[in-house]
């Protein structure tokens, strides 16, 4: 299409878009190009946890981008030293490396866990990943997802990613070998369809990791800063891990992620691992400043509060129209569908009128809803409004 002077075919094609052009967000709100507005339960694929342009971070971004924006990763910063104390002082990890993109992180995580089985574990180096799970779109870290076709998309893969089935500990335990350094998972598969880890799985895969010697890393980039009611998935088993990555959440929409460790795990040596934009302080700043408002007394828990009142209105939508149920943690919920009918949803959604509704369909089977974590009462019931019409009309 056409826009102002120019045209979105300049774009590389790599996914299809709508013919629209966002040009404003402000809390659960989109404006396109049109003055179309739209309510929006997809947040940057569940990165924007404090809505669209919040006061937090624009603010910050304004006035950190006058104070200093790269001094470069060779030296300290302020917001990089104050994003990792938040980090470490609010989770079991005692140090921070910062990284752009999930993806990123999750190198990071790959690479530290090969280190530490080279110095610790005789050379193993296989991290156990699992079934439709999701880790970025690196090479590696496709390898290390277990998404369909990807093991051929780029062949030859990275090797060293052996796949358990998620929920099976048995599955796990059968690929540990002498060649095993690692188990990764995510504590809620978002991608593979809002599929939560359960409780005794996470409690029982800390247990057999720890037996057999190995590490366990969470990817919590979808999960992690909140998203599930917790600031870390992992609390919820009140487990400890020993690696952790975070990514999406963090940044509130501004690119940062991060790897956190154990301090027995981090054995990175000077020239091992970097990056140029790595802790930068126009992101770090924003970072600090999305987890001070997080940690605001009964935010969490409001967010518990709102991921239950969202599930309730999902679950009386489904036994209304005869679909599935409902599942997820926190603000991280699908609605299961008992037809395909997941991908036209969310087609009628973008058209429908008075405004849009911004929904995501992960599997054709069912709906993702990943708002703002600060969404409202009255947004989750104009959205399960306009979703209860959608329905109907199927
Ligand atoms: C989105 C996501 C990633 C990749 O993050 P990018 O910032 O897109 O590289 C990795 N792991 C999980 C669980 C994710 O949801």
């Given amino acids: 299409m056409d826009y102002k002077d120019s045209s979105t075919d300049a774009l590389m094609f790599i996914t299809q878009r709508p013919d629209i052009v966002f040009e404003r967000g402000q809390g659960s709100w989109l404006t396109d190009h049109a003055g179309r507005r739209y309510l929006d339960f997809i947040q940057g694929w569940a990165v924007n946890c404090l809505g669209h342009c919040p006061p937090e971070i624009s603010d910050t971004l ?6 200093l924006i790269n001094p470069s990763p060779a030296f300290y910063n302020g917001p990089m030293v104050e994003l990792a104390g938040l980090l470490t002082r609010n989770s079991c990890f005692e ?32 991290i156990i990943t ?10 590696a870290t496709m390898s290390a997802s277990g998404k369909a076709g990807w093991d051929t998309l780029y062949a030859p893969q990275v090797m060293g990613f052996p796949k358990a089935e ?44 720890r037996e057999r010697g190995i590490l366990l890393i969470v990817d919590e980039v979808q999960t992690g800063m909140g998203r599930t009611g917790k600031l870390f998935a992992y609390q919820h088993a009140g487990i400890e891990p020993d690696i952790m990555t975070l990514g999406k959440g963090i940044g509130g929409g501004v690119p940062l992620a991060a790897l ?28 600090a400043a999305v987890i001070r408002r997080l940690l605001t007394d009964g ?7 709102l991921g239950e009142y969202l599930a309730q209105g999902l679950r009386d939508l489904a036994g209304k129209y005869g679909h599935v149920g409902e599942r997820g943690s ?42 703002a974590l600060n969404v ?18 199927e």
Wanted: glycine share 12%.
């Fill in 260 to 287: 956190l460790a154990r301090e027995a795990v981090c054995c990175f040596e000077p020239g091992d691992q970097g990056g140029t934009y790595n802790g930068n302080p126009l992101m770090t700043a924003v970072g």
């Fill in 299 to 305: 935010f969490l828990d409001e967010v518990v509060a």
């Fill in 62 to 67: 304004a006035a950190q981008s006058k104070q």
């Fill in 95 to 126: 140090r921070v490396f910062f990284a752009n993109t999930g993806a990123e992180a999750n190198e990071g995580a790959i690479k530290l866990a090969r280190k530490w089985g080279r110095l610790h574990r005789g050379g193993a180096h296989e």
């Fill in 330 to 371: 926190g603000l991280l919920r699908a609605l299961i569908l008992s037809d395909e009918s997941g991908p036209q949803i969310v087609q009628r959604a973008l058209a429908m009128e008075p405004h849009g509704l911004l929904l995501n369909s992960p599997r054709p089977n069912l709906l993702r809803f990943m708002p």
């Fill in 166 to 209: 998620y929920n099976h500990l048995d599955s796990v335990a059968a690929l540990i070998g002498e060649k095993t350094v690692a188990v990764m998972l995510e504590p809620v598969q978002g991608e593979g369809g809002v599929i939560p880890a359960e409780i005794e799985f996470l409690q029982g895969l800390r247990k057999l990791t």
């Fill in 376 to 393: 409202t009462r009255d947004e989750i019931d104009e959205m399960l409004a306009a979703l209860d019409t959608l329905l109907q009309g």
């Fill in 130 to 139: 699992f079934g439709h799970s999701f880790h970025g779109r690196t090479l």
